[in-house]
């Protein structure tokens, strides 16, 4: 069955680096795309963008340009997200999901990792 | 950027109801339209693809309607684990949620 899973919560302080690991298995990784969505506490979900699983083209959503990396290492099947400079704002729980190349639709979602910025 | 609006943003109803959800698109998104339903601590769900197909898996009492600017996700006869918050996306462009509508028990 397909399955995302992500890496284990993380606490980190202002100015540090994190980076949030989401290992795919059921499929074949490289025909779908990953995508990277932010929930702050008590809010909505909010696109971050995506990577292309077969060139490791990435899109970044507007506000999430800069600080914001993704990656692959398509030999273990995983999908990184990557946050430098880290700020109180950034605390949030981070969401893997894949969608077809040919459907656009987001349909299996990793558990989430939950990202504490705090000095 | 292609912005999404629902109503409500929250709604109580009892077991039993039928409910309708709205989102309206800023322009028209054709039928790139999807409705997730998310419980607190859980990862969204997918209910709906492409305004109105059912997800596999899903119960026949939801479902979607709607092309263009203006769709509805309909919930036939709530039922106790319906309760939760239901966020409409539309994938026409990049993708962008809603911000959701939080349904509760009246």
């Known amino acids: 069955q397909v399955q995302l899973v992500q890496s284990g919560s993380e606490l980190k302080k202002p100015g540090a680096s994190v980076k949030v690991s989401c290992k795919a298995s059921?499929?074949?990784?490289?025909?779908?795309?990953m995508n990277w969505v932010r929930q702050a506490p008590g809010q909505g979900l909010e696109w971050m963008g995506w990577?292309?699983?077969?060139?490791?083209?990435?899109t970044y959503a507007q506000g999430f340009t800069g600080r914001f990396v993704f990656s692959l290492d398509t030999s273990v099947s995983t999908a990184y997200l990557q946050i430098s400079s880290l700020k109180a704002e950034d605390t949030a729980v981070y969401y893997c999901?894949?969608?077809?190349?040919?459907?656009?639709?987001?349909?299996?979602w990793g558990q989430g990792t939950l990202v504490t910025v705090s000095s | 950027d292609i912005q999404m609006t629902q109503s409500p943003s929250s709604l109580s109803a009892s077991v039993g109801d039928r409910v309708t959800i709205t989102c309206r698109a800023s322009?028209?998104?054709?039928?790139?339209l999807n409705w997730y339903q998310q419980k607190p601590g859980k990862a969204p769900k997918l209910l709906i693809y492409?305004?109105?197909s059912l997800q596999s898996g899903v119960p026949s009492r939801f479902s979607g309607s709607g092309s263009g600017t203006d769709f509805t996700l309909t919930i036939s006869s709530l039922q106790p684990e319906d309760f939760a918050t239901y966020y409409c996306?539309?994938?026409?462009?990049?993708?962008?949620f809603g911000q959701g509508t939080r349904l509760e028990i009246k």
């Open positions: 999901a894949r969608h077809g190349y040919s459907s656009s639709w987001p349909d299996y």
């Open positions: 059921g499929y074949t990784f490289t025909s779908y795309a």
């Open positions: 990577i292309n699983t077969n060139t490791g083209n990435p």
């Open positions: 322009q028209s998104i054709s039928s790139y």
């Open positions: 492409a305004a109105s």
């Open positions: 996306q539309q994938s026409y462009s990049l993708i962008t």
